[in-house]
Nanobody
Framework: QVQLVESGGGLVQAGGSLRLSCAAS????????MGWFRQAPGKEREFVAA????????YYADSVKGRFTISRDNAKKTVYLQMNSLKPEETAVYYC???????????????WGQGTQVTVSS
């Protein structure tokens, strides 16, 4: 079992930055792939980024490449999402996800946190 708690959301102006954190509980964190998704009002949840547990390989949605960075600290059981150059259309609830493989995380399977609100003002 893995429980996930996101933090770090808030209000930021367009072009600004935020760093989201996701703290995990559970003894198998270091062997889980981790990811971030987001859901804007009236839209479906979409994949943002993922990181493997074995080699730290990272995957990003095309829309965030070059601006967002996912990282993890296995000792702290925490995964981060550094978001730069934020845009108003990226206003959404951001969710942390975890599962045993990167492919299933990207597919939206596995464990989910409750989400943290990110609002980007224009």
């Amino acid at each position: 079992q893995v429980q996930l708690v996101e933090s770090g959301g808030g209000l930021v102006q367009a072009g600004g930055s935020l760093r989201l954190s996701c703290a995990a509980s559970g003894r198998t964190f270091s062997t889980f792939a981790m990811g971030w998704f987001r859901q804007a009002p009236g839209k479906e949840r979409e994949f943002v980024a993922a990181i493997s547990w074995s080699d730290g390989r990272k995957y990003y949605a095309d829309s965030v490449k070059g601006r967002f960075t996912i990282s993890r600290d296995n000792a702290k059981k925490t995964v981060y999402l550094q978001m730069n150059s934020l845009k108003p259309e990226e206003t959404a609830v951001y969710y942390c996800a975890a599962d045993q493989s990167t492919s299933t995380v990207v597919a939206g399977e596995g464990y989910w946190g409750q989400g943290t609100q990110v609002t980007v003002s224009s």
